[in-house]
């Protein structure tokens, strides 16, 4: 599969309001679940089984895509060898295999060394509640590489960080929890962080330099020039150096001022993904709550200089943006809602608000959680799904889940 999908890296080039994507390799129903109807005397109630997807992560290499899911396990999907056969589309797709969590799963991230032709590379870092953060074999889940403890040093409680990321080397990894950044050396298992910083602390001496905020750090992303940014859920961003060793550069916030109406002039509740652009000049920053993403120039005083509108991520479920190179610069990628994606080229290029240079509709029946590019640039990995409450409300179950991992070609 790897040759040929290196045969058609150039095949993503410019893309352009006329994508006609095509599915070629899919889960299926097989994760819909179904909707019981109870009956009693009293009442009849109906309940949903769906275990919905939450996140899609691409391997490095390529060669498989790591899922979060409902049920709080991870699952593995090592694509196809022959993914790219015409004749077999779609392709089903089926866990390689599955590693469960005691606990729920806060956050994860895949080691920046992924091979699938070296099993002692193909880890993928975990931080489950209640339990030390481990690095397990995403091909294995018998099998534990590491463990870290990172416990909170007056109530001796396991922290589950809300964010992780690793660095490029894999030789460290960040993680994010509330109030704190930490730093780990993946080759220290079975202990806690190499270096910590305290963004809100009690003593205001010990608070890092700009940043001071109590929040959640859902977001974490390092640039290709070393810069670590920190996003919270009260939408504040701090970018340290050094890929987190350093100290924290400068801090800002991403809530607006007011417009005319005394509306903000851009909607969200908190940070829920970064990303940078390849050269490091641009960070975008994506929200819960939120109908567009942020682009900040981090070369000219971090002034916003962009707004990607209609994004259609109102709720409070994570939903991912992404990027992709391409002959002309750059894609941002996002799902929504509607079960659309939406791309926008070349974000900070044009000032002011930038509306979809493209949307896809019909993607998927349910929001989208994850657009993720291949590493080459050949394929895009999306999954959809969210929490269905089913009561008495009849609309509502006429839209059956899509709780489902496609992979497409555009």
């Known amino acids: 599969m790897a040759s040929a999908l290196a045969e058609q890296e150039s095949a993503h080039s410019d893309a352009s309001p006329e994508l006609q994507p095509r599915c070629i390799a899919s889960t299926g129903t097989s994760f819909n679940g179904q909707?019981?109807?109870?009956?009693?005397?009293?009442e009849t109630t109906r309940k949903c089984k769906n275990n919905f997807f939450k996140e899609a992560q691409f391997s490095c290499d390529g060669t498989a895509v790591v899922t979060h899911n409902d049920d709080g396990g991870l699952r593995t999907f090592v694509l196809p060898q022959d993914l790219l056969d015409e004749?077999?589309?779609p392709h089903k797709l089926a866990p390689y295999s599955?590693?469960?969590?005691?606990?729920?799963v806060q956050s994860y991230a895949l080691y920046s060394g992924f091979s699938l032709q070296d099993m002692s590379t193909t880890l993928v870092l975990s931080a489950p509640v209640d339990q030390p953060l481990r690095l397990t074999n995403a091909l294995d889940s018998t099998f534990t590489h590491a463990k870290y403890p990172y416990i909170h040093t007056k109530t001796e409680a396991y922290i589950a960080p809300n964010s992780l990321t690793f660095h490029p080397d894999g030789s460290h990894f960040v993680a994010g929890a509330r109030g704190s950044v930490?730093?780990?050396?993946?080759s220290r298992a079975n202990e806690g962080p190499i270096a910590m910083h305290i963004t809100k602390p009690k003593d205001p001496k010990r608070a890092v330099t700009s940043m001071r905020d109590s929040g959640l750090i859902m977001a974490l992303s390092i640039s290709t020039d070393g810069f670590l940014a920190v996003g919270s859920s009260n939408r504040s961003v701090g970018i340290f150096s050094s890929s987190g060793h350093g100290g924290c550069q400068t801090?800002?916030?991403?809530?607006?001022?007011l417009n005319d109406s005394g509306a903000p002039t851009y909607s969200g509740s908190g940070v829920t993904s970064l990303t940078w652009t390849p050269d490091g000049n641009y960070l975008l920053v994506g929200e819960r709550q939120s109908d567009g993403i942020h682009v900040y120039d981090v070369r000219n005083q971090l002034r916003r200089v962009a707004w990607l509108a209609g994004r259609d991520a109102f709720t409070t479920q994570r939903l991912g943006i992404s990027t992709v190179p391409t002959l002309s610069g750059l894609e941002v990628w996002a799902?929504?809602?509607d079960g659309a994606l939406r791309m926008w080229q070349n974000p900070g290029k044009a000032e002011g608000t930038q509306e979809p240079d493209a949307v896809l509709s019909g993607m998927h029946g349910d929001a989208v959680a994850s657009a993720v590019w291949h590493p080459g640039g050949v394929v895009m990995a999306t999954c959809s799904g969210q929490r269905k409450f089913c009561g008495a409300d009849e609309d509502?179950?006429?839209t059956p889940p899509d709780s489902s991992l496609k992979i497409w070609s555009l």
Do not use: C, Y
């Not at 909707?35 to 009293?42: G, K, L, P, R, Y």
């Not at 801090?251 to 001022?257: D, E, M, T, Y």
């Open 396 to 398: 509502e179950m006429s």
């Open 98 to 104: 599955i590693l469960p969590s005691p606990t729920n």
């Open 251 to 257: 801090a800002f916030s991403v809530a607006p001022g």
């Open 35 to 42: 909707v019981d109807t109870v009956s009693s005397e009293a």
């Open 335 to 337: 799902g929504g809602m």
């Open 87 to 89: 004749s077999k589309h």
């Open 182 to 186: 930490a730093i780990f050396d993946t």
